[in-house]
C-alpha cells in the first residue's frame, strides 16, 4: 500500500478479532489496526463524534465490518460510511456469519468493496482472512475528495 492505511476492525467477537489481526499479520500486512467492539465507537473514530466525516478527510482507512453488532447494525454502518461525502470511497469489507442472499445484496448495494462469509470451521476461515490480506498488500486507496 503506497500510503499508510489504517485498517479499522469493527468486530465484537474477542476470538475473531484475534484471529483476524494474526491472519492478516501472517499475510504479511503490517499496517496500523485499530479494532472496535461497537458501531458508535467505530462511527466516532471513522465519521467524528458529530458524524461529519471531516475527522476522515485525507485519512487512508480501510474498513473490516462485522454486520452482527450488539449496538447497531453493520448495515447501518455501512450506510452511514457510504453517505458521507468524506468517507463513501473507504473500501469495505464485510465479514460476516451471515449468508443470506438478500443480506449480501444489499451490502453490495450499499457500496461494499468485498462481502465475506466467516466459515464456522477455523481453517477455512483463516485462509479467507489470508486471501483478504494478500489483498490489502496490493489494494490502492483511493483519495477521499
Do not use: W
Not at 467524528?48 to 454486520?67: E, P, T, V, Y
Not at 457510504?82 to 470511497?89: A, P
Not at 468485498?114 to 498488500?137: C, W
Amino acid at each position: 500500500m503506497g500510503k499508510e492505511v489504517t485498517i479499522v476492525m469493527i468486530e465484537d467477537d474477542e476470538g475473531h478479532a484475534r484471529l483476524i489481526e494474526k491472519n492478516i499479520r501472517r499475510a504479511g500486512v503490517h499496517n496500523e489496526v485499530v479494532p472496535f467492539t461497537s458501531g458508535t465507537d467505530a462511527l466516532d473514530f471513522i465519521l467524528g463524534k458529530d458524524r461529519s466525516g471531516m475527522a476522515s478527510a485525507g485519512r487512508f482507512l480501510l474498513i473490516l465490518l462485522d454486520l452482527n453488532l450488539p449496538d447497531m447494525s453493520g448495515i447501518d454502518i455501512l450506510q452511514k460510511i457510504k453517505t458521507n461525502t468524506h468517507t463513501k470511497r473507504l473500501p469495505v469489507v464485510i465479514l460476516t456469519t451471515t449468508d443470506d442472499e438478500r443480506e449480501i445484496q444489499r451490502c453490495y448495494d450499499l457500496g461494499a468493496n468485498v462481502y465475506i462469509t466467516k466459515p464456522v470451521e477455523y481453517e477455512s476461515f483463516a485462509h479467507a482472512i489470508r486471501q483478504l490480506g494478500l489483498f490489502f498488500s496490493v489494494i490502492q486507496i483511493p483519495e477521499s475528495q
